[in-house]
């Protein structure tokens, strides 16, 4: 069979704090066909963060414009900033025949497992609600108020999974995430055997 040259769009999400964006830099580390849709935000840098290559940076002015302008595949505000996705370059890496990778936040998840009822769409969940509690705590980059909202938060979003492709557990450490990695892989690679994936035609000799 001829494959066809467009690639899979790939939706990560799950709650704030399960560790989605750890499991996708290991997923695009292992996979050089695999492309990051940097998305744009209106929330400060981080330290240790690169323009361009974690986010774009734009203020509230030129995030209002894009969405004016239907630049974005999908946005959310997201704990008080908003984010989106810009949809030129996924679409011209897609037709490139490139993965693209969208690490986003579930309300935009929904989004786009609604625009684009052809991408594959995964849900990371934490093994407990314990873990998310202490990995929230842990990272200590919220008040214990923000804690407290993200996990009742995350209780929603939990509901939220039946709309997904599929859903992973990042267990406790290293062996969680290699394990977590290891299913996203898994669900990567199976994706590109889909038969919707193929023309179906046998090469003439
Ligand atoms: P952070 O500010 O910690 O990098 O991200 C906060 C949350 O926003 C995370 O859940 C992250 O996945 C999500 N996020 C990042 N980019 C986007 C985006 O383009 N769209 C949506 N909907 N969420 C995003």
Redesign the pocket.
Known sequence: MNEKQRGILLVL?GP?GVG??TVGKKLRASDDNISFSV???T?GMRDGEIPGVD?LYITEEEFAALEKEGKLL???L??G?H???PEEPVDRQLAEGKDVL????P??AQTVIRKRPDCVSVFVLPPSWASLRSRLEGRGTETREQVETRLRNAREEVKTVPMYDYAIVNADGPEGIEKAFLSLKAIVESEKYRTSRYSGLIPEE
């Open positions: 999400s704030s989605k964006g998305s744009v935000t929330r986010y999908e946005s959310a997201v704990h900033y984010y989106g996705t969208l690490e986003i936040d309300q935009g």
